[in-house]
C-alpha cells in the first residue's frame, strides 16, 4: 500500500501508530494529514463526522473508523471496536484482510430487491418499500450473495454467520430465514431465498 492518511486528535498516538504500520508493511507510507487524490487508505480515530465529511469527499478511498461505541458506520468500511489488539489489526492490514469484499458505497441487487449493507436495510422495487434488517440478517445476504452460485448449507452459515457459539444451532439459522423472508416477502415480494438439499440460496 502506498499511501495511508492518519486522521487522529492525539499526535503522539497517530505518530506512534505511523511508526507501527511502517514498520509493518516495510516502507514509509503512512502520512498524518488529511487524504487527498493519491490516498489509498485513510484511518480515522472516533470521529464518525470526520468519516462522514471524508467519504462524502473521496467516495472510492477506503475508511477506517476506530470508534470506543459503534459496530457500524454508513460512512466506513470497516469499524474496529476499542479496545483492540494491534497486532491483529497490523496482521489483517498487511495481510489485506482488514478491508470487506463488499465496500460501504456498494448496493447489492438480486430480483427486485436492493441491499445496502452498511445502513442494514433492502429495498423492495416491486412496492418500494424500505425494510430495516438486523446484523444477522444482512451478514446471511451478503453471505449467500458472494457465494450465490453454490448452496450455503446450514454449518456452514452457522460458522461464518455465528462462529459456532456454542448456543446457537441448526434451529437458529432456521428462525433467522424465516423471519427474514417473512420481513421482506410481504405484500408480495419475490421469494428471496431459497430451501435446497439441506441448505439456502439467493434467489437471483
Given at each position: 500500500?502506498?499511501?495511508?492518511?492518519?486522521?487522529?486528535?492525539?499526535?503522539?498516538?497517530?505518530?506512534?501508530?505511523?511508526?507501527?504500520?511502517?514498520r509493518?508493511?516495510?516502507?514509509?507510507?503512512?502520512?498524518?494529514?488529511?487524504?487527498?487524490?493519491t490516498?489509498?487508505?485513510?484511518?480515522?480515530d472516533?470521529d464518525?463526522?470526520?468519516?462522514?465529511?471524508?467519504?462524502?469527499?473521496?467516495?472510492?478511498?477506503?475508511?477506517?473508523?476506530?470508534?470506543?461505541?459503534?459496530?457500524?458506520?454508513?460512512?466506513?468500511?470497516?469499524?474496529?471496536?476499542?479496545?483492540?489488539?494491534?497486532?491483529?489489526?497490523?496482521?489483517?492490514?498487511?495481510?489485506?484482510?482488514?478491508?470487506?469484499?463488499?465496500?460501504?458505497?456498494?448496493?447489492?441487487?438480486?430480483?427486485?430487491?436492493?441491499?445496502?449493507?452498511?445502513?442494514?436495510?433492502i429495498?423492495?422495487?416491486?412496492?418500494?418499500k424500505?425494510?430495516k434488517?438486523?446484523?444477522?440478517?444482512?451478514?446471511?445476504?451478503k453471505?449467500?450473495?458472494?457465494?450465490?452460485?453454490?448452496?450455503?448449507?446450514?454449518?456452514?452459515l452457522l460458522?461464518?454467520?455465528?462462529?459456532?457459539?456454542?448456543?446457537?444451532?441448526?434451529?437458529?439459522?432456521?428462525?433467522?430465514i424465516?423471519?427474514?423472508?417473512?420481513?421482506?416477502?410481504?405484500?408480495?415480494?419475490?421469494?428471496?431465498?431459497?430451501?435446497?438439499?439441506?441448505?439456502?440460496?439467493?434467489?437471483?
Open positions: 500500500m502506498n499511501k495511508i492518511n492518519i486522521i487522529f486528535s492525539n499526535q503522539i498516538v497517530a505518530e506512534d501508530l505511523a511508526q507501527q504500520i511502517n509493518c508493511l516495510g516502507n514509509e507510507c503512512v502520512e498524518i494529514s488529511e487524504p487527498d487524490k490516498s489509498e487508505l485513510v484511518i480515522i472516533d464518525e463526522h470526520k468519516a462522514k465529511i471524508t467519504a462524502a469527499k473521496f467516495a472510492e478511498l477506503p475508511i477506517v473508523l476506530f470508534s470506543s461505541g459503534l459496530e457500524t458506520s454508513e460512512y466506513a468500511d470497516v469499524v474496529v471496536r476499542k479496545p483492540f489488539r494491534l497486532y491483529d489489526f497490523l496482521t489483517a492490514l498487511k495481510n489485506k484482510t482488514l478491508l470487506p469484499k463488499i465496500r460501504r458505497k456498494e448496493c447489492l441487487n438480486f430480483k427486485e430487491y436492493s441491499l445496502y449493507p452498511i445502513k442494514k436495510e429495498v423492495s422495487a416491486i412496492s418500494g424500505v425494510f434488517l438486523t446484523e444477522k440478517e444482512v451478514a446471511i445476504l453471505y449467500l450473495y458472494l457465494n450465490a452460485s453454490e448452496i450455503s448449507e446450514k454449518e456452514e460458522e461464518n454467520v455465528w462462529g459456532y457459539s456454542a448456543e446457537v444451532t441448526t434451529h437458529t439459522v432456521e428462525t433467522h424465516y423471519r427474514l423472508r417473512q420481513k421482506v416477502e410481504q405484500d408480495g415480494g419475490s421469494q428471496l431465498i431459497i430451501t435446497e438439499n439441506n441448505g439456502y440460496r439467493l434467489n437471483i
